[in-house]
Structures are given as structure tokens and as C-alpha cells.
């Protein structure tokens, strides 16, 4: 892995974030990780070590997150890797979802990345160095039926990341945005998706996907400590990609929608450039 780095990963509680966590910590990294519940957090990662600092955060609140940055700093003088990994999944078609339900939604899925990349930078520009690696999803490339705010809070952190790339390299701050497909993790429990509170009868191909969905928990094709190790590898890489597809069911899905939009592209391309001005 490489000389010793100090990491601060969100939503470290389960799934991913714990897999990192625990992966890191026994590399001997030192570890700065995020959760609302604390005494969970703890529990999960059960590493009363020097090198794990467990931080009570709320994403959606710029102090908080503020707070917990100049924490991680006071205690370990730097930070060379951030992970923004907090998110759930949300399923819906849009008239479904109440304005509280999506708004939640992207406060955690979006702001809170936001929240975190805009307190940490300062640190990584003054540095000169870090990497800031943001967890979107495959849904943020290729949505599916019923998934439409969850696919447009991933294509938000897909987009911020392309662009915060751009704004960062200066500084010689990296950027990559994971996309994995379906792990093996509580992603698909009550613990991590929120389905519409009010559904509407007649959206029954909504209905039916969500229920494909949620048979497959525990039959996903992707290993969580295999995506990890795949994330924490990335720290070391002296050019690290921009976008990651995690799993194979994430690189068919992306090559699928990169193929239909080119055929798309070309099928309208006598409109598209009909708007130009004639300069003839």
C-alpha cells in the first residue's frame, strides 16, 4: 500500500465504508471515519487504536462537517485521502416521492459530498496533494425504471467530480469517481434504501422492478472487500483514473448506454446541427 496515509471516509458504518475501514486500519493506516451514530460506528469497526478516530457527523450540515475535517487535522496533522462514500438508495417514479423524501435524499447523496469537498479542500490545496475519491453508482450512468431520484443524486456527484477534477489539478489534488454496480452489502435492507412512503397503484412496472431488486439482497455478483481493496489501491497510483466501473454487471451497463446514445447521437444528427448560424 505504499508509506502511511491518513484517510477520511463518511458513512463507515456498514457496507463499503466498513470494508475500507477495517482494510486500512489493518494495513496500518491511520483512519478518520464518519456515521451519525457514533457508538455504532465504534462497535462496527471495534479498533480502539491511536489510528482510528470515529467521528459523529451530519453530512447535511456544513458546521458539522466542518468540525469533523478540523478534528481529523488536529489529530493527525493532514489528510491525503478522502472518500465520500455516505449515500442510500431511493426508489420511486418522482410523482411518488414526497418533496422531504427527495430532498433527503440529496442532502446525504449530494450535499453532503459537496459539504465535504468545499471544508477539505483548503487543506489539500495548501498541501499541494490528496485525492478525493467520490462513491456514485452505475444508476448515475445507466438509470433503471423507478430509481429516477437516486439516478439523478448519483449523476450530480458523477458530474461535480468531473469538473472538480478540472478545478483541483492545479493543486495537484486528484479526483475519481466510483460507479459500482450491485455489491454484496445491506444496500438493499431497510438499513440503506427508502422506497416511496406513498406509492401509487398504477406504476406496476415501478412495483415489479423494486421487487426484482430487493430478491436479489445477498445475491449480488459484487464482493465488498473486493471493491475495497480495488478503492484503496487507487491512493497509489501516480495517475489515477477520473471514472471507475466496479463490477462486471457496472461495465455492461455503462458500454450499453454509451453505445445507444451514440446511435442516438448520430440518428438526430441532421437537427442537432441545423441550429447553427449560416455563415455562408
Known amino acids: 500500500m505504499g508509506k502511511k496515509k491518513v484517510w477520511f471516509i463518511t458513512g463507515a458504518s456498514k457496507g463499503l465504508g466498513l470494508s475500507l475501514v477495517h482494510q486500512l486500519l489493518n494495513a496500518g493506516q491511520y483512519v478518520a471515519a464518519t456515521s451519525?451514530?457514533?457508538?455504532?460506528?465504534?462497535?462496527?469497526?471495534?479498533?480502539?487504536?491511536?489510528?482510528?478516530?470515529?467521528?459523529?457527523?451530519?453530512?447535511?450540515?456544513?458546521?458539522?462537517?466542518?468540525?469533523?475535517?478540523?478534528?481529523?487535522?488536529?489529530?493527525?496533522?493532514?489528510?491525503?485521502?478522502?472518500?465520500?462514500?455516505?449515500?442510500?438508495?431511493?426508489g420511486g417514479s418522482i410523482e411518488e416521492l414526497s418533496d422531504a423524501e427527495t430532498r433527503n435524499s440529496f442532502d446525504v447523496n449530494v450535499f453532503g459530498t459537496l459539504n465535504v469537498i468545499r471544508k477539505v479542500s483548503p487543506y489539500l490545496r495548501t498541501q499541494r496533494a490528496g485525492h478525493i475519491i467520490n462513491i456514485a453508482s452505475i444508476a448515475g450512468i445507466a438509470g433503471a425504471t423507478g430509481w429516477a431520484v437516486y439516478a439523478a443524486a448519483k449523476s450530480a456527484v458523477i458530474a461535480l467530480s468531473e469538473v472538480s477534477a478540472e478545478d483541483?489539478?492545479?493543486?495537484?489534488?486528484?479526483?475519481?469517481?466510483?460507479?459500482?454496480?450491485?455489491?454484496?452489502?445491506?444496500?438493499?435492507?431497510?438499513?440503506?434504501?427508502?422506497?416511496?412512503?406513498?406509492?401509487?397503484?398504477?406504476?406496476?412496472?415501478?412495483?415489479?422492478?423494486?421487487?426484482?431488486?430487493?430478491?436479489m439482497d445477498g445475491q449480488q455478483i459484487g464482493d465488498p472487500e473486493k471493491a475495497a481493496a480495488a478503492m484503496i489501491s487507487l491512493a497509489s497510483m501516480p495517475n489515477p483514473p477520473l471514472h471507475l466501473l466496479l463490477g462486471n454487471d457496472a461495465f455492461q451497463r455503462a458500454n450499453n448506454k454509451l453505445e445507444s446514445l451514440q446511435k442516438e447521437f448520430r440518428d438526430w444528427k441532421a437537427i442537432t446541427i441545423s441550429t447553427d448560424f449560416d455563415e455562408n
Open 36 to 90: 451519525r451514530n457514533i457508538s455504532e460506528l465504534k462497535k462496527a469497526v471495534n479498533n480502539d487504536s491511536g489510528k482510528f478516530l470515529p467521528l459523529a457527523v451530519n453530512l447535511a450540515d456544513e458546521q458539522s462537517v466542518d468540525d469533523a475535517i478540523k478534528a481529523t487535522i488536529a489529530k493527525f496533522e493532514r489528510i491525503d485521502v478522502v472518500i465520500n462514500n455516505a449515500g442510500y438508495g431511493i
Open 168 to 215: 483541483l489539478k492545479e493543486f495537484g489534488v486528484k479526483v475519481t469517481v466510483v460507479a459500482p454496480g450491485a455489491f454484496r452489502t445491506s444496500f438493499l435492507t431497510a438499513d440503506s434504501l427508502i422506497l416511496a412512503a406513498n406509492p401509487i397503484g398504477e406504476y406496476e412496472e415501478v412495483r415489479a422492478i423494486h421487487n426484482k431488486y430487493l430478491k
